[in-house]
């Protein structure tokens, strides 16, 4: 395990066999981030537990079986980490489906532009996804039929939920239902994204969900 200089920066673990990867990606990151690298799955969740990082960038080739088994896993015992798979050459939309919906925030190509890497690692601590948009469709929709009727039902308690929300909340979840960042809400309501953020947390709590995975969704069954 390698480490950098901490200094009350908010740390962010990665994981990968890949030694020129893994310092070349550390030597972006560590300008703004405590990083920390693992070079087997079993020591990273070892150093999970132990230094309760902000974000995991994990590269799936370390999972020799079932990379999404091991990110339930590490999700299971971790709850609240972020997670940014490292993209392999062969993946597929539909592998990449599967990981997001068992509760990973992003992926990256390996050979992903500097700017990119470090836009990526800031959105998703900031709460927002680092995913090709048609894949969030896809996912959205997957969910929508996996729910059923649970989440489709005309008149049932959900509604009545969405009718707690001001109308300035309204807007920002519609907005985050169409997929809008706090960037572009803030800037199209003439607000602050810290306000946006206000917002969210109150829509989160008031509709009982947690992330703006399930907002989208929420919103689809009911437009």
Same mark, same amino acid.
């Given at each position: 395990?390698?480490?950098?200089?901490?200094?009350?920066?908010?740390?962010?673990?990665?994981?990968? !066999?890949?030694?020129?990867?893994?310092?070349?990606?550390?030597?972006?990151?560590?300008?703004?981030?405590?990083?920390?690298?693992?070079?087997?799955?079993?020591?990273?969740?070892?150093?999970?537990?132990?230094?309760?990082?902000?974000?995991?960038?994990?590269?799936?080739?370390?999972?020799?079986?079932?990379?999404?088994?091991?990110?339930?896993?590490?999700?299971?015992?971790?709850?609240?980490?972020?997670?940014?798979?490292?993209?392999?050459?062969?993946?597929?939309?539909?592998?990449?489906?599967?990981?997001?919906?068992?509760?990973?925030? !992003?992926?990256?190509?390996?050979?992903?532009?500097?700017?990119?890497?470090?836009?990526?690692?800031?959105?998703?601590? &900031?709460?927002?996804?680092?995913?090709?948009?048609?894949?969030?469709?896809?996912?959205?929709?997957?969910?929508?039929?996996?729910? !059923?009727?649970?989440?489709?039902?005309?008149?049932?308690?959900?509604?009545?939920?969405?009718?707690?929300?001001?109308?300035? &909340?309204?807007?920002?979840?519609?907005?985050?239902?169409?997929?809008?960042?706090?960037?572009?809400?803030?800037?199209?309501?003439?607000?602050?994204?810290?306000?946006?953020?206000?917002?969210?947390?109150?829509?989160?709590?008031?509709?009982?969900? &947690?992330?703006?995975?399930?907002?989208?969704?929420?919103?689809?069954?009911?437009?």
């Amino acid at each position: 395990m390698k480490t950098g200089k901490r200094q009350d920066r908010i740390t962010v673990m990665m994981a990968t !066999g890949d030694a020129s990867l893994a310092d070349h990606y550390g030597g972006i990151l560590e300008k703004g981030y405590h990083v920390v690298v693992c070079t087997a799955l079993d020591e990273s969740r070892e150093q999970l537990t132990r230094l309760h990082p902000a974000l995991l960038i994990l590269d799936p080739s370390l999972a020799d079986k079932d990379p999404n088994s091991a990110i339930a896993d590490i999700l299971s015992s971790n709850p609240g980490l972020r997670i940014i798979v490292i993209e392999g050459e062969t993946d597929s939309d539909t592998d990449q489906r599967t990981l997001f919906k068992t509760g990973v925030h !992003g992926f990256c190509k390996r050979d992903i532009a500097d700017i990119l890497l470090c836009k990526a690692v800031h959105l998703v601590l &900031e709460g927002e996804y680092w995913i090709q948009r048609k894949l969030i469709t896809q996912v959205i929709s997957e969910l929508a039929k996996d729910a !059923g009727t649970i989440v489709s039902r005309p008149d049932g308690p959900e509604d009545s939920l969405i009718n707690t929300l001001t109308p300035r &909340e309204l807007q920002v979840a519609r907005m985050v239902h169409m997929g809008g960042n706090n960037k572009m809400i803030a800037r199209e309501l003439d607000i602050s994204e810290r306000t946006v953020k206000a917002h969210l947390s109150a829509i989160f709590r008031k509709l009982d969900i &947690e992330n703006r995975l399930h907002l989208a969704l929420y919103f689809s069954t009911k437009t």
